[in-house]
Structure formats: structure tokens, C-alpha cells
């Protein structure tokens, strides 16, 4: 069965700061790999995605995310946030084969000035 | 502009009634879920179809029904049988399966029993 673990709940981070949002899976078999944005009551907006190919995957907004499967992680990145990036992120996987997307329970992020 | 529309916004239920939340789309997608977001716990998967007439039950089914009559629509009945319904309710659907898997979410219906 696949899983998907976001350590942190929470990450305050400083505007222009970098951030990094940590997301570990479990899976036996290979994966596909999405982060997704929330903005408050509002549905979730695809960020990044991995299917396969080049392991540093660049999305919307300037986030990034390294797929390293030695260490089964997809940790979302950015160099120097803004106000406007305060939201809720959450990362999901699917298995090969699989139909359905896993997603971890989200880091919610604030940017503070 | 192609999407998924969920309505209403916003819903309130008295105990003991059923409730049928909408979602429609018109991306062509064949597989459409629900998801139940509460605050702390992410997403958890209700009911999702992968073609038309069919459907499977996700994580927490439970008090929750749903049908499939048309690519388009994938309306989901919260009965009176689920004992905690206020939550905020996403729809989402896909082209298919494994790389096709990529999910297009609903703006979402939040329900309140009062």
C-alpha cells in the first residue's frame, strides 16, 4: 500500500526567506509524484508533478521539488517566498499501476514580513 | 473554460436528513472522486468511479452514497447515516489511471449540520 508522510503541520518562514516542505512516501513500486496548493476555502491547484525523466521537477509560482528515490522523499522548494504564498500544500502519490491518488495530511505555510 | 464545478458553496443540514452535494465536469475526464478534507487530517478519499455506471468505495464510504449515469456528473448523497458530516468536500477528476492520474479539483462544498 502506498503512504505519504508530511512531518511538518506547520512552517513559518520569514518573506524572501527560501522554504523547503518535506514529503516522504512509501511505496514498493515506482511512483508518480504531485504537490498541490489550497489556498482557504478553496480546492487544490496541481503545483508540480512527477512522472518520470529528469529527478528536479520545476512547477508554478518558482517551487521546485527533487524526486530521490534512494531516500523516498519529493521535498518542495523555493528560493524566496512572498506574502502571497502563505497557503496549504500538500504532497500525493500514486503507484504505477494505481488509480487513485495518496495524499499526506499538508504543511501549512506562513510567510510572515 | 473547461473545469469542475461543485455546488452549492456552501450547505446546511439538519440532523437526520440526506443531503446530495453536485459536481460536474466538462474536461472529458473518465475517473471523478470525492474527497473529505478535515482540518489536520488532509484528504481521505470517499468514492471514486473510473467509468461511467461503475464506482468503488475509497477509505470512509460509510454513510456516504453515490451514482454515475454520466461522464459529466458524480453526485454524492450524505445520509443520515454518517454520524460527523461537517466537513469540506472536494471533487476531482482525471483522464484515467497511473501517469493519467493527475488530479483537477472542484472549488469545494463546505456542509454544516446544524
Known amino acids: 500500500a502506498q503512504s505519504v508522510t508530511q512531518l511538518d503541520s506547520q512552517v513559518p518562514v520569514f518573506e524572501e526567506a527560501p522554504v523547503e516542505l518535506r514529503c516522504n512516501y512509501s511505496?514498493?513500486?515506482?511512483?508518480?509524484l504531485f504537490w498541490y496548493v489550497q489556498y482557504p476555502n478553496q480546492g487544490l491547484q496541481l503545483l508540480l508533478k512527477?512522472?518520470?525523466?529528469?529527478?528536479l521537477v520545476k512547477g508554478i509560482n518558482g517551487f521546485e521539488a527533487e524526486f530521490n528515490k534512494s531516500q523516498t522523499s519529493f521535498h518542495l522548494r523555493k528560493p524566496s517566498v512572498h506574502i502571497s504564498d502563505t497557503a496549504e500544500y500538500f504532497c500525493?502519490?500514486?503507484?504505477?499501476?494505481?488509480?487513485?491518488?495518496?495524499f499526506g495530511t499538508g504543511t501549512q505555510l506562513k510567510v510572515e514580513l | 473554460d473547461g473545469g469542475i464545478t461543485q455546488s452549492p458553496k456552501y450547505l446546511f443540514r439538519k440532523e437526520g436528513q440526506n443531503v446530495t452535494l453536485s459536481c460536474e465536469q466538462n474536461?472529458?475526464?473518465?475517473?471523478m472522486y470525492w474527497y473529505r478534507q478535515d482540518p489536520g487530517q488532509g484528504l481521505r478519499l470517499i468514492y471514486y468511479?473510473?467509468?461511467?455506471?461503475?464506482?468503488q468505495k475509497g477509505d470512509i464510504a460509510e454513510g456516504y452514497s453515490v451514482s454515475r449515469e454520466k461522464k459529466e456528473s458524480f453526485p454524492l448523497t450524505v445520509t443520515s447515516a454518517q454520524k460527523n458530516p461537517t466537513a469540506f468536500y472536494l471533487c476531482?477528476?482525471?483522464?484515467?489511471?497511473?501517469?493519467?492520474?493527475?488530479?483537477?479539483f472542484g472549488q469545494g462544498t463546505r456542509l454544516t449540520v446544524v
Open positions: 511505496s514498493s513500486v515506482s511512483v508518480y
Open positions: 476531482a477528476s482525471s483522464r484515467g489511471s497511473g501517469v493519467n492520474t493527475e488530479a483537477f
Open positions: 468511479s473510473q467509468i461511467v455506471n461503475d464506482f
Open positions: 500525493a502519490v500514486v503507484t504505477g499501476g494505481g488509480n487513485k491518488l495518496t
Open positions: 512527477y512522472l518520470s525523466g529528469s529527478t
Open positions: 474536461l472529458n475526464h473518465d475517473a
